[in-house]
């Protein structure tokens, strides 16, 4: 399977965006697709993630701000309320469980949030 992430940008604090993440191909080991980041200097981790059933996983640090979902076939983070610190590169994952990251990695793009 091949993801393609797209949508990343430089916004203000405060602003809102999309991250948009494509899946093409097959794999018989997907059913979930993430999100993940990493900022500078830190490790990736995870953002939130969907399951094939819509079972949902959104990092405590995200909860309320960013929403994850599936539209059209691909799988959209709408980020809110954007701050600094959400400054990061944003990598979308599949893989066969919403609780950890799979083995499929896409490209990242990266997003830039100015105070």
């Known amino acids: 399977v091949q993801l393609q992430a797209s949508g990343g940008g430089s916004v203000q604090a405060g602003d809102s965006l999309t991250l948009t993440c494509t899946a093409s191909g097959s794999a018989s080991d997907i059913r979930a697709i993430g999100w993940y980041r990493q900022r500078p200097g830190r490790q990736r981790g995870l953002v939130a993630s969907?399951?094939?059933?819509?079972s949902r996983n959104v990092a405590h640090h995200v909860k309320g701000r960013f929403m994850i979902s599936r539209y059209n076939g691909k799988v959209l983070l709408q980020m809110n309320k954007l701050k600094p610190e959400d400054t990061a590169v944003y990598f979308c994952?599949?893989?066969?469980?919403?609780?950890?990251?799979?083995?499929?990695w896409g490209q990242g793009t990266q997003v830039t949030v100015s105070s």
């Open positions: 994952n599949a893989g066969d469980s919403i609780w950890y990251g799979g083995k499929h």
């Open positions: 969907i399951s094939s059933g819509d």
